[in-house]
RNA sequence: GCAGGGGUGGCAGAGUUUGGCCAAAUGCGGCGGGCUUAGGACCCGUUUCCUUUGUGGAUGCGAGAGUUCAAAUCUCUCCCCCUGCACCA
């Protein structure tokens, strides 16, 4: 077995030391490709290694197809994981606590440091280059930065001038869960649980109160209901209050609970308290038909949602049918229902839905879908939820409004109509609510939706941008093909994108210093820094003024001037021009899909924002992630690996080889220990076969040399194309576990050439480089070379040498023992008798040409005439065979073999027949056989005969 | 709800663009056998059902319907699963 970890070791200092992965300048043609930036909160483990296999592969393979490739990484530590961390940390919380003892080795005396955020983000970036050099990555490592250095904080407090001065900077309100006891914006990491706050907006309808210069606010999803309105409904006990809004003259009447919410999102200036029971007396009127309605109590209104007060719509809407049934019963006077979408219940269900018995009351929908249940007015709040599900479901995608003037109309379009009417009359005011409240800071306030003044935005709904980022993505190669759609869509969907932040870590926002830049967007065009942060790292942070990245990047200005108010040596800045304009104008993007939606529509979009058309984003691919044994890995199932554990276990070769080849690029591969010890055995095969190869000789070349020759040639051209596109599975199947089949299969045959079995092990080895490269390193010295096989050459494909006809004959030689051995099995079974001899009888020529005709034909009856016609042939076999091979007309081949050919070919192989099957050969010709068999005999499938 | 991806044999996963050579690649697992002191190594066979000295038959690729001489593949309807939806990176 190959001592993987000796052998990293070894070639991981070569490289290293002969600087073959530090990338400068060149006449050769440039080649950039980088993954996404690991986030620096934390140790690494296996699965990080995932995303930076592909665009190492790749990165290894352009250089052999000679390419200058440049290959960098950097670390992203903005936001406010790490903060988080920090936290944790400081309030010594057990589980961080375990963590940093166990699984990163920190002594506790230590922990203090690490209560500096700054010293935490840079001990684990020490450590991730570490692992990323153990793993042998060929990644230029002069060029690592980190998020939050200085430097990278003048790049993109440029980048956000160049964003302003093109206008995509806007400011607006902004809705945002937020605790106003920490008086902070609250995410998902801030929230009680973890729970993401989800936030929708509603839109809440005036109903003006008869006799009174006020109104009644009502929140709803469906305004389109408006015209099937009956009542209002208001919870009993619940105290209500009279307010003025945003300044307003008039009042409005929404819950007490509702005004201490809704503050957040406007001007609520409370007047008086109000009873329900005065609220009961009062009578709305509808905005859009002027009916009055009564204000009644319904049991399933909540004071703290909303606005505490909801319309009624008992015709559809189950809750509020149910109410007003339950008031019914107690002897209260209550309106009857108003129909006004047609629907056909039930209709669109399908068994799933528990669907179980037929509607009666089909003109009251509300009812229908409780009966549809088996459910009535007094169930349970469950099943009315359920049956509004079902109601809303049904009728939004299938029901026509029935309403005057709205009628024919699907309910969305009518939702939107209304809505539209409603706000420009002033008649609705738009609200945001928390759909999953009630939800808690972490603090233990209750959470609430602010809606937050002047927040900058990144306005990526700006149609010309749009258009530019479209025409971006339309010449860039997206792969796999599949994920093209995908990518197109989130470049659609991407509208506002509210980019300052209260808190984390990164970039001041140049506009208002009280927030920082958020995450995601300062990591857009970050790529372009790789090109130059080797030339100013020791730069002076505040000398890396606009003018200089103007110049260097967009090439505006003069070099003297640049130089002159910058302080930066001429030099460095005309090195740094060069450097970007090299590299920059073939840039791939190697990610992952979680990154669809977010950070790829802005990486496109800011590169046509801010760079000349040549340095737009020219490719992008997406991979996968990594399984743990078929199982996501994650803290909670214990299933994660650290890197460095897994390094010194399997060795890096076999975790690439795995990584690569368990899946396709988009699919997530599957880290399985038995699939790399299978690995590690093939590898140790390929290596031992190295080892031997001077024990062969090199004589003349055989059927079975050029066997092997075709199978090489054919390898290669294969594989390649699938190394272009990235699917390196497809690619290392070939290049990897068929080779060892075929050298199996060549030495079983006897193969025993020297020189053959090098060429093609020299070929296998260079193609191994990209993915296994320290064996890749060992094979190619083994096999006498002195140059590293990470600089070689990508073997070229000899088509020459590829040869269908010997491949075929292979292919024939393997089918007639498998099918000796299950006959002869067969036979055994059913005699009890052991079998002596197998007779391999050869189809006579006629049978050949019958195939060819056949083969090109495609027709049985063409050839039947042909029969009449012949005087040469027996016209009853022939017809007999025609018949037989017209059954399966579609796998008649054409036969480019005589009977004397295979009579040759199978004489040659007789030995290797004979020790395979297991017993004596005897061949012979179809016209000179006695066998009985010997008839059934076809063209390149023999007929066998079993004699005891 | 909206958007994207998907549903294939015990499992994983090809095949779908361009319908036929597809009972369906490949890998894993199971079973049987060989090699062996032994084997988790390797080799051979088998792994829907029936039948069997076969270029045999039936059923079959989420469900249903359709187009066709022919459907995993095309059309329509339905069901289900995964992912994302913005103070998370």
Same mark, same amino acid.
């Given at each position: 077995?190959?001592?993987?970890?000796?052998?990293?070791?070894?070639?991981?200092?070569?490289?290293?030391?002969?600087?073959?992965?530090?990338?400068?300048?060149?006449? @050769?043609?440039? #080649?950039?490709?980088?993954?996404?930036?690991?986030?620096?909160?934390?140790?690494?483990?296996?699965?990080?290694?995932?995303?930076?296999?592909?665009?190492?592969?790749?990165?290894?393979?352009?250089?052999?197809?000679?390419?200058?490739?440049?290959?960098?990484?950097?670390?992203?530590?903005?936001?406010?994981?790490?903060?988080?961390?920090?936290?944790?940390?400081?309030?010594? %919380?057990?589980?961080?606590?375990?963590?940093?003892? !166990?699984?990163?080795?920190?002594?506790?005396?230590?922990?203090?440091?690490?209560?500096?955020?700054?010293?935490?983000?840079?001990?684990?970036?020490?450590?991730?280059?570490?692992?990323?050099?153990?793993?042998?990555?060929?990644?230029? #490592?002069?060029?690592?930065?980190?998020? *939050?250095?200085?430097?990278?904080?003048?790049?993109? =407090?440029?980048?956000?001038?160049?964003?302003?001065?093109?206008?995509?900077?806007?400011?607006?309100?902004?809705?945002?869960?937020?605790?106003?006891?920490?008086?902070?914006?609250?995410?998902?990491?801030?929230?009680?649980?973890?729970?993401?706050?989800?936030?929708?907006?509603?839109?809440?309808?005036?109903?003006?109160?008869?006799?009174?210069?006020?109104?009644?606010?009502?929140?709803?999803?469906?305004?389109?209901?408006?015209?099937?309105?009956?009542?209002?409904?208001?919870?009993?006990?619940?105290?209500?209050?009279?307010?003025? *809004?945003?300044?307003?003259?008039?009042?409005?009447?929404?819950?007490?609970?509702?005004?201490?919410?809704?503050?957040?999102?406007?001007?609520?200036?409370?007047?008086?308290?109000?009873?329900?029971?005065?609220?009961?007396?009062?009578?709305?009127?509808?905005?859009?038909?002027?009916?009055?309605?009564?204000?009644?109590?319904?049991? #399933?209104?909540?004071?703290?949602?909303?606005?505490?007060?909801?319309?009624?719509?008992?015709?559809?809407?189950?809750?509020?049918?149910?109410?007003?049934?339950?008031?019914?019963?107690?002897?209260?006077?209550?309106?009857?229902?108003?129909?006004?979408?047609?629907?056909?219940?039930?209709?669109?269900?399908?068994?799933?839905?528990?669907?179980?018995?037929?509607?009666?009351?089909?003109?009251?929908?509300?009812?229908?879908?409780?009966?549809?249940? !088996?459910?009535?007015?007094?169930?349970?709040?469950?099943?009315?939820?359920?049956?509004?599900?079902?109601?809303?479901?049904?009728?939004?995608?299938?029901?026509?409004?029935?309403?005057?003037?709205?009628?024919?109309?699907?309910?969305?379009?009518?939702?939107?109509?209304?809505?539209?009417?409603? +706000?420009?009359?002033?008649?609705?005011?738009?609200?945001?609510?928390?759909?999953?409240?009630?939800?808690?800071?972490?603090?233990?306030?209750?959470?609430? *939706?602010?809606?937050?003044?002047?927040?900058?935005?990144?306005?990526?709904?700006?149609?010309?941008?749009?258009?530019?980022?479209?025409?971006?993505?339309?010449?860039?190669?997206?792969?796999?093909?599949?994920?093209?759609?995908?990518?197109? %869509?989130?470049?659609?969907?991407?509208?506002?994108?509210?980019?300052?932040?209260?808190?984390?870590?990164?970039?001041?926002?140049?506009?208002?210093?009280?927030?920082?830049?958020?995450?995601?967007?300062?990591?857009?065009?970050?790529?372009?820094?790789?090109?130059?942060? !080797?030339?100013?790292?020791?730069?002076?942070?505040?000398?890396?003024?606009?003018?200089?990245?103007?110049?260097?990047?967009?090439?505006?200005?003069?070099?003297?001037?640049?130089?002159?108010?910058?302080?930066?040596?001429?030099?460095?800045?005309?090195?740094?021009? +060069?450097?970007?304009?090299?590299?920059?104008?073939?840039?791939?993007?190697?990610?992952?899909?979680?990154?669809?939606?977010?950070?790829?529509?802005?990486?496109?979009?800011?590169?046509?924002?801010?760079?000349?058309?040549?340095?737009?984003?020219?490719?992008?691919?997406?991979?996968?992630?990594?399984?743990?044994?078929?199982?996501?890995?994650?803290?909670?199932?214990?299933?994660?690996?650290?890197?460095?554990?897994?390094?010194?276990?399997?060795?890096?070769?076999?975790?690439?080889?795995?990584?690569?080849?368990?899946?396709?690029?988009?699919?997530?591969?599957?880290?399985?220990?038995?699939?790399?010890?299978?690995?590690?055995?093939?590898?140790?095969?390929?290596?031992?076969?190295?080892?031997?190869?001077?024990?062969? %000789?090199?004589? +003349?070349?055989?059927?079975?040399?050029?066997?092997?020759? @075709?199978?090489?040639?054919?390898?290669?051209?294969?594989?390649?194309?699938?190394?272009?596109?990235?699917?390196?599975?497809?690619?290392?199947?070939?290049?990897?576990?068929?080779?060892?089949?075929?050298?199996?299969?060549?030495?079983?045959?006897?193969?025993?050439?020297?020189?053959?079995?090098?060429?093609?092990?020299?070929?296998?080895?260079?193609?191994?480089?990209?993915?296994?490269?320290?064996?890749?390193?060992? #094979?190619?010295?083994?096999?006498?070379?002195?140059?590293?096989?990470?600089?070689?050459?990508?073997?070229?494909? !000899?088509?020459?040498?590829?040869?269908?006809?010997?491949?075929?004959?292979?292919?024939?030689?393997?089918? *007639?023992?498998?099918?000796?051995?299950?006959?002869?099995?067969?036979?055994?079974?059913?005699?009890?008798?052991?079998?002596?001899?197998?007779?391999?009888?050869?189809?006579?020529?006629?049978?050949?040409?019958?195939?060819?005709?056949?083969?090109? =034909?495609?027709?049985?009856?063409?050839?039947?005439?042909?029969?009449?016609?012949?005087?040469?042939?027996?016209?009853?076999?022939?017809?007999?065979?025609?018949?037989?091979?017209?059954?399966?007309?579609?796998?008649?081949?054409?036969?480019?073999?005589?009977?004397?050919?295979?009579?040759?070919?199978?004489?040659?192989?007789? +030995?290797?027949?004979?020790?395979?099957?297991?017993?004596?050969?005897?061949?012979?010709?179809?016209?000179?056989?006695?066998?009985?068999?010997?008839?059934?005999?076809?063209?390149?499938?023999?007929?066998?005969?079993?004699?005891?």
């Amino acid at each position: 077995m190959i001592n993987f970890n000796e052998i990293e070791a070894k070639w991981q200092k070569a490289w290293t030391d002969a600087k073959i992965f530090e990338s400068e300048v060149s006449d @050769s043609k440039s #080649f950039m490709v980088f993954g996404a930036f690991p986030y620096t909160n934390g140790l690494l483990h296996v699965g990080h290694f995932k995303s930076y296999v592909t665009p190492e592969i790749l990165a290894r393979y352009k250089r052999m197809r000679g390419f200058n490739v440049l290959f960098p990484m950097g670390f992203h530590a903005t936001g406010t994981p790490i903060l988080g961390v920090v936290k944790k940390l400081k309030s010594r %919380d057990r589980e961080t606590v375990e963590e940093f003892t !166990n699984k990163y080795h920190i002594p506790e005396q230590e922990f203090q440091k690490f209560e500096d955020p700054l010293y935490l983000a840079n001990y684990f970036v020490g450590k991730f280059e570490e692992s990323y050099k153990k793993f042998g990555l060929s990644l230029d #490592f002069r060029r690592r930065f980190v998020t *939050i250095e200085p430097i990278f904080s003048k790049f993109i =407090e440029w980048q956000f001038g160049k964003l302003k001065e093109n206008g995509y900077l806007i400011q607006g309100k902004h809705p945002v869960g937020w605790c106003f006891n920490e008086n902070n914006a609250v995410g998902m990491d801030d929230i009680l649980h973890g729970i993401a706050p989800e936030i929708e907006d509603q839109i809440a309808i005036k109903f003006k109160v008869d006799g009174e210069d006020a109104y009644v606010l009502c929140a709803t999803y469906r305004p389109e209901t408006l015209p099937g309105l009956t009542n209002i409904f208001i919870k009993e006990n619940a105290t209500y209050a009279l307010c003025k *809004i945003n300044g307003s003259k008039e009042g409005y009447y929404i819950s007490r609970a509702a005004a201490e919410i809704l503050k957040h999102q406007m001007k609520i200036e409370v007047v008086k308290d109000v009873d329900y029971k005065d609220m009961l007396n009062k009578v709305c009127i509808s905005p859009i038909d002027g009916r009055k309605v009564p204000v009644l109590p319904g049991f #399933f209104v909540k004071e703290n949602i909303g606005t505490g007060i909801v319309m009624s719509v008992p015709a559809h809407a189950p809750f509020d049918y149910a109410a007003l049934e339950r008031l019914k019963q107690n002897g209260i006077k209550v309106p009857e229902p108003i129909k006004i979408i047609d629907v056909e219940i039930g209709s669109k269900l399908g068994n799933a839905n528990s669907a179980q018995s037929k509607p009666v009351h089909i003109d009251i929908p509300a009812l229908a879908y409780l009966e549809i249940l !088996n459910k009535d007015f007094n169930s349970a709040e469950d099943d009315l939820e359920l049956a509004t599900k079902l109601a809303y479901k049904e009728e939004s995608h299938y029901g026509k409004m029935t309403a005057k003037g709205y009628e024919g109309m699907s309910e969305p379009e009518a939702r939107e109509k209304i809505g539209k009417l409603l +706000e420009e009359q002033g008649n609705a005011i738009k609200i945001y609510v928390l759909q999953n409240a009630p939800l808690f800071c972490r603090c233990g306030t209750e959470v609430v *939706i602010n809606l937050v003044d002047n927040q900058w935005f990144i306005n990526y709904g700006d149609e010309n941008w749009k258009k530019a980022a479209r025409e971006e993505l339309s010449e860039m190669l997206v792969l796999p093909g599949k994920s093209a759609k995908a990518v197109q %869509d989130a470049v659609d969907w991407l509208n506002l994108r509210a980019v300052a932040r209260s808190q984390g870590l990164g970039t001041r926002f140049p506009y208002d210093k009280n927030y920082m830049i958020e995450s995601l967007s300062d990591s857009t065009i970050y790529p372009a820094f790789y090109t130059i942060v !080797n030339l100013i790292r020791d730069t002076e942070p505040d000398r890396l003024k606009p003018e200089f990245f103007d110049y260097v990047f967009l090439a505006k200005g003069n070099i003297d001037d640049v130089s002159k108010v910058t302080g930066i040596s001429y030099e460095t800045i005309k090195k740094c021009k +060069e450097s970007f304009e090299y590299w920059y104008t073939t840039t791939t993007n190697c990610t992952a899909p979680e990154h669809i939606f977010s950070h790829i529509p802005m990486y496109l979009f800011n590169h046509c924002a801010i760079f000349d058309k040549k340095y737009w984003a020219k490719g992008l691919g997406i991979n996968g992630m990594l399984l743990m044994e078929g199982e996501k890995m994650s803290k909670s199932l214990g299933n994660v690996v650290p890197i460095e554990e897994a390094i010194s276990k399997y060795g890096v070769d076999p975790i690439r080889m795995n990584m690569a080849a368990s899946s396709e690029l988009y699919s997530d591969a599957n880290f399985s220990v038995a699939a790399i010890n299978g690995i590690q055995e093939r590898l140790s095969y390929i290596q031992d076969a190295i080892l031997n190869v001077d024990t062969l %000789d090199a004589n +003349e070349l055989k059927q079975i040399d050029y066997w092997l020759y @075709s199978k090489l040639n054919k390898k290669i051209r294969d594989a390649t194309p699938f190394m272009d596109i990235m699917e390196t599975r497809d690619a290392y199947m070939q290049i990897f576990y068929n080779s060892i089949l075929e050298l199996k299969h060549y030495l079983a045959r006897g193969g025993k050439n020297g020189i053959v079995v090098k060429d093609y092990l020299s070929a296998v080895s260079l193609m191994l480089q990209p993915i296994a490269p320290h064996c890749a390193e060992e #094979f190619w010295h083994a096999l006498g070379n002195t140059t590293f096989a990470a600089k070689e050459k990508w073997p070229e494909a !000899n088509e020459q040498m590829i040869n269908e006809k010997v491949e075929k004959q292979e292919d024939m030689l393997d089918a *007639i023992i498998g099918d000796a051995k299950q006959a002869i099995a067969l036979m055994e079974r059913k005699s009890g008798k052991k079998v002596k001899e197998i007779k391999i009888i050869i189809a006579e020529n006629w049978k050949r040409d019958i195939n060819n005709m056949l083969a090109t =034909e495609k027709n049985a009856g063409k050839v039947y005439e042909k029969i009449k016609e012949s005087n040469e042939l027996d016209k009853q076999a022939a017809a007999d065979y025609v018949r037989r091979l017209s059954k399966k007309l579609n796998e008649v081949k054409e036969v480019n073999l005589t009977q004397e050919d295979e009579i040759t070919i199978l004489d040659e192989a007789k +030995e290797y027949l004979q020790k395979s099957i297991g017993c004596k050969i005897v061949i012979e010709s179809e016209s000179t056989s006695k066998s009985e068999r010997a008839k059934r005999s076809m063209p390149m499938k023999p007929s066998l005969d079993a004699i005891f």
